[in-house]
């Protein structure tokens, strides 16, 4: 019975199959700068994606402290004399506020407030009506405006306490 040639040229060379150690280097090699070259970009996603809920989140408060000038501008929600219709903290827009006229519970503006992913504590800074646009303390009258208290730089080039 004659053998394939097929068959023997794979037995032949069967001591040969494998990897030399020059091409196992070349290989760690070419997957090392590979790697290289993604870890940069997965940072920046990282950061970027961080970025994206900052704006996110300042939106979903900004919207709920303007929901509940709207109110008060509506004469719907009690204000107090001399008051400017924005709550007088943070924590108002999620127990809610009793509405004139209504029996039933108090209308919450937020489910729960959203954190700064841009600090550890994810506790924001807080303006109020009085206060200048830049101030970074609270006069405690009311809740104007919110900003990230992180002293770090985004992406592009300004402060996140400036958003």
């Known amino acids: 019975m004659k053998k394939h040639p097929f068959i023997y040229f794979i037995k032949k060379n069967r001591r040969n199959s494998g990897f030399t150690l020059i091409e196992m280097l070349i290989s760690i090699a070419l997957l090392s700068i590979l790697s290289m070259g993604i870890l940069p970009i997965s940072k920046y996603t990282y ?22 000038k709207e109110l ?25 506020v009793q509405l004139f ?15 700064d992913p841009m600090v550890k504590d994810g ?18 009258q009311d809740v104007y405006d ?9 992406l592009d080039g300004s402060y996140y306490k400036t958003w």
């Open 123 to 140: 506790k924001w800074g807080f303006r109020s009506y009085a206060d200048p646009y830049d101030s970074e303390i609270w006069g405690e």
């Open 101 to 115: 006229g209504a029996d039933k519970a108090p209308k919450k503006i937020l489910r729960r407030i959203p954190a």
């Open 72 to 96: 008060a501008d509506e004469k719907k929600i009690e204000v107090k004399f001399l008051g400017t219709g924005y709550p007088q903290n943070i924590e108002i827009l999620v127990t809610g």
């Open 47 to 68: 950061i970027r994606l961080k970025e994206i809920k900052l704006r996110q989140n300042l939106r979903i408060i900004r919207d709920a402290i303007d929901e509940y």
């Open 146 to 154: 919110v900003y990230s208290q992180s002293n770090k730089r985004a």
